[in-house]
C-alpha cells in the first residue's frame, strides 16, 4: 500500500530506539507512510523483542513478544555494532540521507557514537535529531536513567494512584512512556512542517519527566496557586460527584455525571427517589455531601447488572462505562467499528494490534510492513541508500554488522 496517497510518504526516518516510547514515536510515522528504518544491536536486538515473556511462551509466539509486535510495524530491522567503527561509520553515512533521526539513548551516548546532532548536520543540514531522555539534557538529574514507573514515582502520580492509606499503586499500562511517545510525533510533525517552509532541521527533545508533568498538570497548577496536594481516592476523582465505579449485581461501573441537569437525568433513570435529595441537588451539594451520596448511590446501583446501568444511564445521556476486563475490552466491537483494531500476517501467523489513535481519512494510515525480523532488511536498505555491494562487504567484515557477520565473512 505504500504506492497510496501517504502524509509522510518520501520522509525517512532512523530509528536508534528501542523498548516503548521511542519505537511507539516512529510506529506512528510508519502508518503514515515514512520509511522507518530500524537499528538494532545484533544478536540481541531490541530488548522488547523478549520483554516480559518465559521461554516457553516466546516460542508460542513465534520467538517475539506482543510488546515488539505491538510498536514495530511498519518498519524495516538493520542490525549495526555502534561499538566498531566500521558500525559508527555505516550509522553517519546512513543518517546523512535520512529526514528524520530518533535515538532515546542515555545523555551523551550519540555524541560518543560520533552521530550525535552536530555530526550528521554537518553532512545533513536538515536533519529533524529527536531525543528521547528520562530526565532531560539539562539539571541536576539529567545523568540518570529511569523507565515508566521511575517517573511515575518522581512526577507525583503513584501518590494519587490507588486507595486512600494503602501503599501506592503503579498506573498498569506504560502510560508515561505512551503518552510521551505521542508528544514526540507531535513535536516531529511540526519540525517537517517547519522543514518544509524553511529548509530548516532542528534538534527536537522531550522526556519522561516533560511527559509525567504533561499528565498531572492539573495537579501542579492547583498546587502552585495554593497549597493543595491531592492525595489517592480510588476511582473517585476530586473534581466532581458522582466521578468513580460503582458496584453492580456482577462487577461495577463507571458513573459521570458532573453537572446538574446530567445529575437529574441520572436519578430519574434509575428510579429511585431518595437520590432526588436536596443536598444532592447542585455540584457543590454533591462535593459537600461526598460519602453520603456515593453510598445511597452504591445502594441503587449494586441491585443492577452492569448491563443494565449501561443501558439505562446511555439511553439519557450520563456517562457511563462498564468495568472490563483487558480481554472483553479488546473484543469489544466499538473498537473495531471505529477502526481501532489492525490485523496482518507475520511468517504466516494472524496478528492483530490497536491501531494509532486518530483517523485521518485523506491520507489513511495502513500496515504495509509487519514487525520485521531482526536485522533482515540490512542489505537491502544499504543497498537502497546507494551502499555498493564492495562497500557492504568490507563493512561486514570489519565488524560493521556484528562480530558474528564478520567471522562468518572472513
Given at each position: 500500500?505504500?504506492?497510496?496517497?501517504?502524509?509522510?510518504?518520501?520522509?525517512?526516518?532512523?530509528?536508534?530506539?528501542?523498548?516503548?516510547?521511542?519505537?511507539?514515536?516512529?510506529?506512528?510515522?510508519?502508518?503514515?507512510?515514512?520509511?522507518?528504518?530500524?537499528?538494532?544491536?545484533?544478536?540481541?536486538?531490541?530488548?522488547?523483542?523478549?520483554?516480559?515473556?518465559?521461554?516457553?511462551?516466546?516460542?508460542?509466539?513465534?520467538?517475539?513478544?506482543?510488546?515488539?509486535?505491538?510498536?514495530?510495524?511498519?518498519?524495516?530491522?538493520?542490525?549495526?555494532?555502534?561499538?566498531?567503527?566500521a558500525g559508527r561509520k555505516a550509522a553517519l553515512a546512513i543518517?546523512?540521507?535520512?529526514?528524520?533521526?530518533?535515538?532515546?539513548?542515555?545523555?551523551?551516548?550519540?555524541?560518543?557514537?560520533?552521530?550525535?546532532?552536530?555530526?550528521?548536520?554537518?553532512?545533513?543540514?536538515?536533519?529533524?535529531?529527536?531525543?528521547?531522555?528520562?530526565?532531560?539534557?539539562?539539571?541536576?538529574?539529567?545523568?540518570?536513567?529511569?523507565?515508566?514507573?521511575?517517573?511515575?514515582?518522581?512526577?507525583?502520580?503513584?501518590?494519587?494512584?490507588?486507595?486512600?492509606?494503602?501503599?501506592?499503586?503503579?498506573?498498569?499500562?506504560?502510560?508515561?512512556?505512551?503518552?510521551?511517545?505521542?508528544?514526540?510525533?507531535?513535536?516531529?510533525?511540526?519540525?517537517?512542517?517547519?522543514?518544509?517552509?524553511?529548509?530548516?532541521?532542528?534538534?527536537?527533545?522531550?522526556?519522561?519527566?516533560?511527559?509525567?508533568?504533561?499528565?498531572?498538570?492539573?495537579?501542579?497548577?492547583?498546587?502552585?496557586?495554593?497549597?493543595?496536594?491531592?492525595?489517592?481516592?480510588?476511582?473517585?476523582?476530586?473534581?466532581?460527584?458522582?466521578?468513580?465505579?460503582?458496584?453492580?449485581?456482577?462487577?461495577g461501573v463507571v458513573i459521570i455525571a458532573p453537572n446538574d441537569?446530567?445529575?437529574?437525568?441520572?436519578?430519574?433513570?434509575?428510579?429511585?427517589?431518595?437520590?432526588?435529595?436536596?443536598?444532592?441537588?447542585?455540584?457543590?451539594?454533591?462535593?459537600?455531601?461526598?460519602?453520603?451520596?456515593?453510598?445511597?448511590?452504591?445502594?441503587?446501583?449494586?441491585?443492577?447488572?452492569?448491563?443494565?446501568?449501561?443501558?439505562?444511564?446511555?439511553?439519557?445521556?450520563?456517562?457511563?462505562?462498564?468495568?472490563?476486563?483487558?480481554?472483553?475490552?479488546?473484543?469489544?466491537?466499538?473498537?473495531?467499528?471505529?477502526?481501532?483494531?489492525?490485523?496482518?500476517?507475520?511468517?504466516?501467523?494472524?496478528?492483530?494490534?490497536?491501531?494509532?489513535?486518530?483517523?485521518?481519512?485523506?491520507?489513511?494510515?495502513?500496515?504495509?510492513?509487519?514487525?520485521?525480523?531482526?536485522?533482515?532488511?540490512?542489505?537491502?536498505?544499504?543497498?537502497?541508500?546507494?551502499?555498493?555491494?564492495?562497500?557492504?562487504?568490507?563493512?561486514?567484515?570489519?565488524?560493521?554488522?556484528?562480530?558474528?557477520?564478520?567471522?562468518?565473512?572472513?
Amino acid at each position: 500500500m505504500r504506492d497510496q496517497k501517504k502524509a509522510l510518504k518520501g520522509i525517512k526516518v532512523l530509528d536508534f530506539s528501542r523498548i516503548f516510547a521511542g519505537p511507539a514515536a516512529t510506529q506512528v510515522l510508519g502508518d503514515l507512510g515514512a520509511d522507518v528504518i530500524k537499528v538494532e544491536e545484533p544478536a540481541r536486538g531490541d530488548e522488547a523483542r523478549y520483554l516480559g515473556v518465559t521461554d516457553a511462551e516466546l516460542q508460542k509466539f513465534g520467538g517475539v513478544s506482543p510488546s515488539f509486535l505491538a510498536l514495530n510495524r511498519n518498519k524495516r530491522s538493520i542490525t549495526l555494532d555502534l561499538g566498531s567503527p566500521a558500525g559508527r561509520k555505516a550509522a553517519l553515512a546512513i543518517a546523512a540521507k535520512c529526514d528524520v533521526v530518533v535515538h532515546n539513548f542515555r545523555l551523551g551516548a550519540m555524541e560518543k557514537f560520533g552521530i550525535g546532532y552536530e555530526h550528521i548536520k554537518a553532512l545533513n543540514p536538515g536533519v529533524i535529531f529527536c531525543e528521547f531522555t528520562s530526565y532531560g539534557k539539562q539539571g541536576p538529574m539529567s545523568h540518570i536513567g529511569a523507565n515508566d514507573l521511575g517517573l511515575q514515582a518522581h512526577s507525583g502520580l503513584l501518590s494519587v494512584t490507588g486507595e486512600p492509606n494503602r501503599p501506592p499503586v503503579r498506573v498498569g499500562t506504560a502510560a508515561i512512556d505512551l503518552h510521551g511517545s505521542l508528544a514526540l510525533v507531535s513535536a516531529i510533525l511540526a519540525a517537517l512542517f517547519h522543514r518544509e517552509r524553511t529548509g530548516e532541521g532542528q534538534i527536537v527533545e522531550t522526556s519522561l519527566l516533560m511527559s509525567s508533568a504533561h499528565l498531572l498538570s492539573y495537579f501542579y497548577t492547583e498546587y502552585w496557586m495554593d497549597g493543595t496536594v491531592r492525595k489517592p481516592m480510588g476511582t473517585a476523582n476530586h473534581l466532581s460527584v458522582p466521578n468513580q465505579v460503582f458496584p453492580s449485581s456482577d462487577g461495577g461501573v463507571v458513573i459521570i455525571a458532573p453537572n446538574d441537569e446530567m445529575w437529574q437525568r441520572c436519578v430519574k433513570a434509575l428510579g429511585e427517589p431518595s437520590l432526588g435529595r436536596a443536598e444532592f441537588a447542585t455540584v457543590l451539594g454533591r462535593l459537600d455531601n461526598r460519602a453520603m451520596l456515593v453510598e445511597a448511590l452504591s445502594a441503587v446501583t449494586r441491585t443492577m447488572t452492569s448491563r443494565e446501568l449501561v443501558e439505562r444511564l446511555g439511553a439519557v445521556k450520563v456517562n457511563v462505562s462498564k468495568v472490563n476486563t483487558v480481554g472483553e475490552a479488546a473484543d469489544d466491537p466499538q473498537l473495531a467499528a471505529i477502526g481501532g483494531v489492525l490485523e496482518f500476517e507475520q511468517d504466516g501467523r494472524p496478528i492483530k494490534a490497536v491501531a494509532n489513535p486518530f483517523n485521518l481519512f485523506g491520507t489513511p494510515a495502513a500496515v504495509d510492513l509487519p514487525p520485521p525480523d531482526l536485522g533482515a532488511h540490512t542489505d537491502e536498505v544499504l543497498r537502497e541508500l546507494g551502499f555498493a555491494d564492495a562497500e557492504m562487504t568490507a563493512l561486514r567484515e570489519q565488524g560493521a554488522f556484528g562480530k558474528a557477520q564478520a567471522k562468518k565473512s572472513a
